[in-house]
């Protein structure tokens, strides 16, 4: 893909880019909507630009950031590679979660999403503090190892295990210290220690509800008669 600014008819680009939405998650087109002008460039000569698209999905603006390659007489040509300078969200069904846990998990995330990895850690702390606040041992004791597990799983290293670990369990006073390595698996674990203890166990348990009503029903509606019936058969076979 190339992008130009032409120095009459303007904005250019071989092909349409298309990327994960921030706003509304679809992987939707990117439009033009805010190019710069082939005058100003040529006149302040920047490294780098910025450029407004539409969602095609939402409508919602989408903000990326491209390395001017080349001034021409004729027109100006923009890197390929764009950088969004939003960056989506990370998703999560906060809907399962309480209140309180899922304030703490949603700022969390969004410290990941910024690059703020210390922060990421203290707020996923926190996050887990709130709750196994009126958790029993045995709770608390089990998303310890469901940690260790998920970090097993994925072949982690010794090191990064224990600094995560003491990350979400350790003493609360001594700050974490996570580089984008460690925020990257750490994002993945926490995800997956609040689905296991949230989303999965909600789940499950609306699964196994509804298929025990179904059975209830079912035996509601057989009638005496079909039941004998049913009966007299189970004997005869
Ligand atoms: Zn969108």
Same mark, same amino acid.
């Given at each position: 893909?190339?992008?130009?600014?032409?120095?009459?008819?303007?904005? =250019?680009?071989?092909?349409?880019?298309?990327?994960?939405?921030?706003?509304?998650?679809?992987?939707?087109?990117?439009?033009?909507?805010? #190019?710069?002008?082939?005058?100003?460039?040529?006149?302040?000569?920047?490294?780098?630009?910025?450029?407004? !698209? &539409?969602?095609?999905?939402?409508?919602?603006?989408? !903000?990326?950031?491209? /390395?001017?390659?080349?001034?021409?007489?004729?027109?100006?040509? $923009?890197?390929?590679?764009?950088?969004?300078?939003?960056?989506?969200? =990370?998703?999560?069904?906060?809907?399962?979660?309480?209140?309180?846990?899922e304030r703490l998990l949603h700022e969390a995330f969004d410290c990941y999403t910024a690059?703020?990895?210390? /922060?990421?850690?203290? !707020? %996923?702390?926190?996050?887990?503090?709130?709750?196994?606040?009126?958790?029993?041992?045995?709770?608390?004791? +089990?998303?310890? =190892?469901? $940690?260790?597990?998920?970090?097993?799983? /994925?072949?982690?290293?010794?090191? #990064?295990?224990?600094?995560?670990?003491?990350?979400?369990?350790?003493?609360?006073?001594?700050?974490? %210290? *996570?580089?984008?390595?460690?925020?990257?698996?750490?994002?993945?674990?926490?995800?997956?220690?609040?689905?296991?203890?949230?989303? +999965?166990?909600?789940?499950?348990?609306?699964?196994?509800?509804? +298929? +025990?009503? !179904?059975?209830?029903?079912?035996?509601?509606?057989? #009638?005496? *008669?079909? &039941?004998?019936?049913?009966?007299?058969?189970?004997? #005869? %076979?």
């Open positions: 893909m190339a992008i130009y600014v032409n120095k009459h008819d303007g904005f =250019e680009q071989t092909e349409v880019p298309t990327r994960e939405c921030p706003h509304c998650g679809a992987h939707a087109q990117l439009l033009p909507l805010a #190019t710069p002008s082939f005058d100003e460039l040529q006149r302040a000569r920047p490294q780098h630009v910025g450029i407004v !698209f &539409r969602c095609a999905s939402c409508n919602e603006p989408r !903000f990326l950031r491209v /390395a001017v390659r080349a001034f021409g007489p004729e027109r100006v040509e $923009l890197s390929a590679n764009l950088v969004e300078v939003e960056r989506p969200r =990370e998703k999560f069904q906060y809907g399962y979660l309480g209140e309180d846990v690059n703020c990895h210390t /922060a990421f850690a203290l !707020f %996923s702390r926190l996050a887990v503090d709130a709750a196994l606040k009126e958790a029993d041992p045995v709770t608390q004791r +089990r998303w310890l =190892e469901s $940690l260790r597990d998920v970090l097993q799983l /994925a072949d982690v290293d010794a090191d #990064t295990a224990r600094t995560l670990e003491a990350a979400l369990f350790g003493d609360s006073n001594v700050l974490p %210290s *996570i580089g984008p390595d460690a925020a990257a698996v750490l994002i993945e674990a926490v995800k997956d220690l609040f689905y296991q203890a949230y989303v +999965r166990t909600a789940k499950l348990r609306a699964a196994m509800k509804m +298929r +025990r009503y !179904f059975v209830d029903e079912t035996l509601r509606n057989v #009638t005496p *008669i079909d &039941r004998a019936r049913r009966d007299s058969t189970a004997k #005869t %076979s």
